[in-house]
């Protein structure tokens, strides 16, 4: 089955910085990356996603980047402000309603 | 849009009750809906997939009989914990897949529902 593997566990930026997260897959077949942003104690919420026939895609202050060759995807949150403070995670799935799979998560700090 | 609520969001049991969690999509059908675990400062392990209609299909290592997964219609889902011990304690989300506002892999998940077995 799919294992996604996502780095880092913890990331410390100062508020106006930028933070880049990274996560690999197995499954050449995944075709789906959704990223979550968790808050403490709720629920998981989409913040963005890219499908396999797009290399990247930006909203905002956020941005997702497919290297589909490498199989790994990443996260960047430019000019980081402190509600950009939770639980990040990752995932991966071959589509069409197919089960996620999650990364273990990155716990994002951003400091005044 | 795309909202999914359950119901209750904190509940404490005593070993050997059965505990039941309500999953429910608000504004749309969730033609399919997940349950997941998650254990604190930890991922999301997914429990079963469940279709309206449908038995549940359950994760490697998931016990069925323990974990009562019923959808009986496109809004609601349940999960039932049955004869829970204090390992049982987690957080449990639901998400529901389905709404046709959104892409079709999308899942929107619920506010989760934290269960403490003494």
């Known amino acids: 089955g799919e294992n996604v593997e996502q780095h880092p566990s913890t990331l410390s930026v100062q508020e106006g910085d930028s933070a880049v997260i990274k996560c690999t897959y197995s499954d050449s077949a995944s075709n789906y990356f959704p990223w979550y942003k968790q808050e403490l104690g709720k629920r998981p919420q989409l913040i963005i996603d890219?499908?396999?026939?797009?290399g990247e895609k930006k909203d905002q202050r956020i941005a997702v980047t497919l290297n589909k060759t490498a199989k790994h995807f990443s996260l960047h949150i430019t000019e980081t402000q402190p509600e950009d403070s939770a639980v990040y995670f990752c995932a991966a799935s071959t589509g069409g309603g197919n089960k996620l799979t999650f990364g273990t998560g990155t716990q994002l700090k951003v400091e005044l | 849009g795309a909202v999914v609520s359950q119901h209750p969001s904190r509940v404490i049991c005593k070993s050997g009750t059965s505990v039941k969690i309500e999953c429910r999509s608000l504004d749309f059908q969730a033609t399919t809906m997940f349950w997941y675990r998650q254990f604190p400062k930890q991922s999301l392990m997914l429990m079963a997939t469940?279709?309206?209609?449908?038995?549940?299909?359950?994760e490697q290592g998931v016990e069925k009989d323990k974990f009562l997964i019923n959808h009986a219609s496109l809004t609601l889902s349940t999960l039932t914990v049955t004869s829970a011990h204090p390992e049982d304690s987690s957080f449990y989300i639901c998400s529901g897949r389905g709404d046709p506002r959104g892409a079709q892999e999308t899942q929107y998940f619920g506010p989760g529902t934290r269960l403490l077995v003494l």
């Open positions: 469940s279709n309206e209609g449908s038995k549940a299909t359950y």
């Open positions: 890219i499908r396999s026939n797009v």
